[in-house]
T-cell receptor, first 113, second 115 residues
Framework: DGGITQSPKYLFRKEGQNVTLSCEQNLNHDAMYWYRQDPGQGLRLIYYSQIVNDFQKGDIAEGYSVSREKKESFPLTVTSAQKNPTAFYLC????????????FGPGTRLTVL | AQSVSQHNHHVILSEAASLELGCNYSYGGTVNLFWYVQYPGQHLQLLLKYFSGDPLVKGIKGFEAEFIKSKFSFNLRKPSVQWSDTAEYFCAVRPPGTGGFKTIFGAGTRPFVKA
């Protein structure tokens, strides 16, 4: 089945540690996205990538980093510089043409202790 | 600041009642509009979308939305809700000038349908 996988589903880290969230898609989509979802705030864009080896900052990129070395993979690193990292993180993708809906993964809930 | 506003963050209604969730946006020009739904424990998924043409858009599961350009609105409706419609609903706007890659989401509305 085609889709987006995110792992792990739940992640716990100590304060001050960097952590990398995985996102893989087998939909052959060009664009990929990372969002952060907090209660009452909807989804906020962290980073997005239109093509391999290229990515742009979203609205809340501070304290996060990404890479796009392969079309199917778009990992997100939450660094120790992110002041409030505990959140639900969603990865999404869209096919070529951009004027299409986004397809979402199941999300990773990160808790920093 | 430009934004997407959803009204009635929490709504309680009975089965068979009609549902209307409000969405207003503040972007000018040609926008693409979406409603996404997140059922408990499931992926966020598309309910319906509007790009052009007939401003009344029909989606999955009996939902529809009406684009009113003069009011900058894209309200979601369902004539008769079911218990299974309990979920979180997000309005989203793809504003012009972003190359089609940036989507702005509202804060979400969570109607609770009593069985």
């Amino acid at each position: 089945d085609g889709g987006i996988t995110q792992s792990p589903k739940y992640l716990f880290r100590k304060e001050g540690q960097n952590v990398t969230l995985s996102c893989e898609q087998n939909l052959n989509h060009d664009a990929m996205y990372w969002y952060r979802q907090d209660p009452g705030q909807g989804l906020r864009l962290i980073y997005y990538s239109q093509i391999v080896n290229d990515f742009q900052k979203g609205d809340i990129a501070e304290g996060y980093s990404v890479s796009r070395e392969k079309k199917e993979s778009f990992p997100l690193t939450v660094t120790s510089a992110q002041k409030n990292p505990t959140a639900f993180y969603l990865c999404a993708s869209t096919p070529e043409g951009s004027y299409n809906e986004q397809f979402f993964g199941p999300g990773t809930r990160l808790t920093v202790l | 600041a430009q934004s997407v506003s959803q009204h009635n963050h929490h709504v309680i209604l009975s089965e068979a009642a009609s549902l209307e969730l409000g969405c207003n946006y503040s972007y000018g020009g040609t926008v693409n509009l979406f409603w996404y739904v997140q059922y408990p424990g499931q992926h966020l998924q598309l309910l319906l979308k509007y790009f052009s043409g007939d401003p009344l858009v029909k989606g999955i599961k009996g939902f529809e939305a009406e684009f009113i350009k003069s009011k900058f609105s894209f309200n979601l409706r369902k004539p008769s809700v079911q218990w299974s419609d309990t979920a979180e609903y997000f309005c989203a706007v793809r504003p012009p000038g972003t190359g089609g890659f940036k989507t702005i989401f509202g804060a979400g509305t969570r109607p609770f349908v009593k069985a």
